[in-house]
C-alpha cells in the first residue's frame, strides 16, 4: 500500500533557526514526490516537484532533496512568514493509487521573532 | 492569471439536509479534482475528471456523494443526505494533466450539525 508518513508533526523554530522536515514514502514505483504549503484556512500552494533520487530543488529560503526512500524540506534563516503546514505527497506508477496524490499528514511549522 | 475558485467558502447544515459545492478551475485544466481535509489530516482524493469523464471515483461514497463535470470545466459536488461525519473542508484542484503539479482552490468548510 502506497503511504507517506511525514515528521515531526509539528516544528517551532526562532527566526534565523535553520532546520529539516522529513517526508519518508513507500509507494508502487514513484512518477513523483510533491511539497505544498498550506496556510491556515487557505488550499494547499504548490512549492516543488521532485522525480529522481539525488535530485534538488531550491526556492528562496526552502531546498527539497530526494532519496530513494525519503525526502527533506530544509529552511534555511526561517522568518515568521514561512509559519505555515508544508505537505508531501507521492505519485505513483503503478497500483491501485496509480496517477492520484498520496498526502502525509503534514509538518506545521512555527516560526516566532 | 485567475486561480481555482471555490463556492461557498463556508457553509453550515443540519444532518439529513443535502449540499452543494462549486468548481471551477484554471482555465486550460483538462484534469478536476475533488479532495475532502480532515482537521489535522492530508487531502484524501474522492473523485478525478479528465475533461468530462470521471476516470477515478472509486473512493467516493456513491450512496450519498455524486459530482458532475459540465462541459469539461466546471464541476458540482453533492452530497444527499449529509451526516455528522461529512464535516471537512472540501478542495478542489486542477492541473493541465494528471502528470503535472496540481493547483488547489481555498476550499468549502462544512459544519454539519
Known amino acids: 500500500e502506497d503511504q507517506v508518513t511525514q515528521s515531526p508533526e509539528a516544528l517551532r523554530l526562532q527566526e534565523g533557526e535553520s532546520s529539516s522536515l522529513n517526508c519518508s514514502y513507500t509507494?508502487?514505483?514513484?512518477?513523483?514526490l510533491f511539497w505544498y504549503r498550506q496556510d491556515p484556512g487557505k488550499g494547499p500552494e504548490f512549492l516543488f516537484t521532485?522525480?529522481?533520487a539525488g535530485e534538488e530543488k531550491e526556492k528562496e529560503r526552502l531546498k527539497a532533496t530526494l532519496t530513494k526512500k525519503e525526502s527533506f524540506l530544509h529552511i534555511t534563516a526561517p522568518k515568521p512568514e514561512d509559519s505555515a503546514t508544508y505537505l508531501c505527497?507521492?505519485?505513483?506508477?503503478?497500483?491501485?493509487?496509480?496517477?492520484?496524490?498520496?498526502f502525509g499528514k503534514g509538518t506545521k511549522l512555527s516560526v516566532k521573532p | 492569471e485567475a486561480g481555482v475558485v471555490q463556492s461557498p467558502r463556508y457553509k453550515i447544515i443540519e444532518k439529513k439536509q443535502p449540499v452543494a459545492f462549486w468548481c471551477n478551475p484554471i482555465?486550460?485544466?483538462?484534469?478536476l479534482y475533488w479532495y475532502r481535509q480532515n482537521l489535522g489530516q492530508g487531502p484524501e482524493l474522492l473523485i478525478r475528471?479528465?475533461?468530462?469523464?470521471?476516470?477515478?471515483d472509486s473512493q467516493l461514497p456513491k450512496d450519498r456523494f455524486s459530482a458532475e463535470r459540465l462541459k469539461g470545466v466546471d464541476s458540482t459536488l453533492k452530497i444527499q443526505p449529509a451526516e455528522l461525519g461529512d464535516s471537512a473542508v472540501y478542495l478542489c484542484?486542477?492541473?493541465?494533466?494528471?502528470?503535472?503539479?496540481?493547483?488547489f482552490g481555498p476550499g468549502t468548510r462544512l459544519t454539519v450539525l
Open positions: 475528471y479528465e475533461n468530462e469523464e470521471a476516470v477515478d
Open positions: 482555465s486550460g485544466h483538462n484534469t
Open positions: 509507494v508502487s514505483g514513484l512518477r513523483g
Open positions: 484542484a486542477s492541473s493541465l494533466n494528471n502528470y503535472n503539479e496540481q493547483f
Open positions: 505527497a507521492v505519485q505513483a506508477v503503478y497500483g491501485g493509487s496509480q496517477g492520484n496524490l498520496i
Open positions: 521532485l522525480y529522481s
